[in-house]
């Protein structure tokens, strides 16, 4: 763990929360890790409370499990699982980003240009998930589908995880990334929902990609 950086904003529980979802996407705490929850009060000098809350929201987000005996731990990697949810969201972000080319509101393009301009701007690994997070969540919202964003936000939160691993070991991923997503913002801007389309298809990873980065972290478990 390393030290504190800043004081509690508003709740120790955003603030925890916050901190544990930058060390679980920065690799302070690898898939696979458990999450002990008196350890953790004592290391960030908060109470049990705050930090079950947060435990909380992580497992919704599909960052952190929790097993039968009540054990929280940080996802695991798994391949079969990295494969089915990429599979499905090559199927379905394509149409979501169709759809926000034409119903996007102007206050969605300019939400959609200022977070692709974000990652842009990210210098770190855990701001460019973060921004790429956020960015992609505005693009499917914008679909204006309400059953089409709710399976696409518990898919993203599954492969969250698994597209921080990705990015720890390739330093290509962020570079590439950041450019299609200039692009992509720019064809939900001019209504081009084909463009938007295409995009997102050649923008997400390939299966072999976070398969065999699923696969790696099975072999060195």
């Known amino acids: 763990m390393t030290q504190l950086d800043a004081a509690p904003p508003r709740t120790a ?11 679980i996407l920065s690799g302070v705490y690898r898939p696979g890790h458990p999450l002990k929850q008196t350890e953790l009060a004592a290391q960030l000098r908060v109470s049990v409370t705050p930090v079950r809350e947060a435990m909380r929201d992580l497992a919704t987000e599909g960052l952190v499990v929790v097993d039968p005996q009540r054990v929280a731990r940080v ?22 980003a169709k759809l926000a080319a034409t119903h996007a509101s102007p206050e969605n393009v300019a939400a959609i240009r200022a977070l692709a301009e974000e990652s842009v701007a990210a210098e770190t690994e855990v701001e460019w998930l973060d921004a790429n997070r956020r960015f992609h969540m505005a693009v499917i919202e914008s679909a204006r589908a309400s059953l089409l964003v709710n399976i696409l936000t518990n898919l993203r939160q599954i492969s969250s995880i698994y597209l921080a691993a990705a990015v720890r070991t390739n330093d290509g991923v962020r570079e590439k990334s950041k450019q299609e997503h200039l692009a992509l913002a720019a064809a939900i801007a001019a209504g ?12 997400l990873f390939p299966h072999d990609v976070l398969t065999t980065v699923a696969e790696d972290h099975v072999k060195n478990s």
């Open 192 to 203: 081009d929902g084909d463009e938007a389309a295409r995009l997102i298809r050649d923008h």
């Open 13 to 23: 529980h955003v603030w925890v929360r916050e901190r544990l979802r930058q060390d």
């Open 75 to 96: 996802r695991n990697l798994d391949p079969k699982e990295a494969r089915e949810v990429n599979e499905i969201r090559l199927l379905l972000e394509p149409l979501a």
